[in-house]
């Protein structure tokens, strides 16, 4: 299944028909619902589904946007914060989004677990690489420095991002709806691929709990050489629920539409299932023009959408 996410156009609507119709024009009959919607635009999207003008294939934490929060900040309430009033806060959001992803028939929900407190590296790391110095001994010292300082006080923000996992964990079985645990883009975000992979390995009986792979977040970790985009999409190929697609410019320009970056889709696309929603995440600054020629290269290179 292929979507195209909200995120692209939603800030500029006053009504969401109207943000579905522009999309529709697009060629996608697919959407996710993203963060950053703002309630008044609901109305008009329940109009479009119930007309069969579209359908929407999940909906992004949170959904819609906190009254109180201005702006598009996914991560303005996080699972793991320091204030309980915030965790609660988040968790009741989350359980909000749930019943959005109900009310459109959704499959799924994609949840950015939280952060981890400290001083962030990743933009040092990037800017380093941009300037040709990823194989410089500051580099390397600059990583390490960020690898063990986050190793050091992760566990605890682990610890809280369960626990929000588990409480709204009865609602999303109950309405049959998964919940996917994005891999993130920076290296202080959580979880971490180590944490990942126990967060599947706790829920593992669990099966509507699953890994949301990003492509572009993932590669942005590749180009600083903290993985290895391939292995980690083999390694977890068995947890895929969906995924985010967009390109990357090096080493962190992301949210570009695919085919004018650094991923090769042809190659990667060989590790994950056939039968998972795969959602166009583009940048608002991207052109109708570019997306419409990143289409027909895509239609081109996949059959009928599927790789």
């Known amino acids: 299944m292929i979507a195209f996410s909200t995120c692209w156009n939603s800030q500029k609507h006053s009504d969401g028909l109207a943000m579905v119709e522009e999309i529709v024009e697009l060629g996608f009959d697919t959407i996710e619902i993203s963060h950053g919607l703002k309630v008044s635009l609901l109305p008009g999207i329940i109009r479009a589904f119930e007309e069969k003008i579209i359908k929407v294939s999940g909906v992004h934490n949170f959904c819609p946007s906190p009254v109180e929060v201005l702006i598009d900040a996914p991560d303005c309430y996080e699972f793991t914060s320091h204030r309980e009033r915030e965790r609660k806060r988040a968790v009741d959001l989350t359980l909000a989004t749930i019943r959005t992803a109900e009310r459109f028939n959704a499959k799924y929900i994609v949840l950015h677990l939280g952060s981890i407190p400290m001083k962030r590296i990743s933009p040092k790391l990037e800017k380093l690489a941009s300037n040709n110095e990823i194989e410089s001994k500051a580099y390397e010292k600059l990583k390490a420095k960020l690898i063990k300082k986050r190793q050091k006080i992760a566990p605890l923000y682990m610890e809280r991002a369960i626990s929000a ?6 609602e999303a079985s109950k309405n049959n709806i998964n919940l996917g645990v994005e891999s993130r883009s920076a290296y202080e975000d959580l979880p971490n691929e180590d944490e990942l992979i126990s967060i599947m390995d706790h829920y593992k009986n ?42 990357v410019k090096w080493p962190h320009r992301d949210h570009q539409v695919p085919f004018k970056g650094d991923i090769n889709y042809s190659k990667l696309f060989n590790l994950i299932p056939n039968d998972i929603p795969i959602v166009w995440e583009l940048s608002h600054r991207r052109t109708k023009t570019e997306i419409l020629e990143s289409l027909s290269e895509w239609n081109s290179v996949f059959d009928n959408n599927v790789p």
């Open 165 to 170: 996992l588990d409480e709204v964990l009865a």
């Open 206 to 247: 669990t099966p509507t709990i699953g890994y949301w792979h990003d492509f572009g977040h993932v590669h942005r970790k590749h180009n600083l050489g903290l993985l290895d985009h391939e292995e980690w999409l083999s390694k977890m190929n068995p947890h895929i629920k969906g995924c985010h697609l967009h390109d």
